[in-house]
């Protein structure tokens, strides 16, 4: 059974950082495409970032320079290192291995003074 468990979200002030990481178990980790997405409220869920089992990445523009995906496959974890957060970053960061529904429970990032 496939797991993805999400950690490392909280409260931020504007202009600050978070690290949020995706443990994955049950699965070969080093091979499927590995995705971060938020939902903030009265929104639709959207693509952030994704990274594949080689370490090419892809952004949406409201990332591209700000935020960093990477994956350590020995450890089956997947990160996204958020600097320069803003207060529209507040949502609920979900991890995915992409192409399925198999979805993290989501851990909640807000940014506040």
């Known amino acids: 059974q496939v797991q993805l468990v999400e950690f490392g979200g909280g409260l931020v002030q504007p202009g600050g950082s978070l690290r949020l990481s995706c443990a994955a178990s049950?699965?070969?980790?080093?091979?499927?495409?590995m995705g971060w997405y938020r939902q903030a409220p009265g929104k639709e869920r959207e693509l952030v970032a994704r990274?594949?089992?080689?370490?090419?990445?892809d952004y949406a523009d409201s990332a591209k320079g700000r935020f960093t995906i990477s994956r350590d496959n020995a450890k089956n974890t997947v990160y996204l290192q958020m600097n320069s957060l803003k207060p529209e970053d507040k949502a609920v960061y979900y991890c995915?291995?992409?192409?399925?529904?198999?979805w993290g429970q989501g851990t909640q990032v807000t940014v506040s003074s």
């Open positions: 995915n291995l992409v192409g399925t529904l198999i």
């Open positions: 049950g699965i070969i980790f080093s091979r499927p495409v």
């Open positions: 990274i594949n089992g080689g370490g090419t990445t």
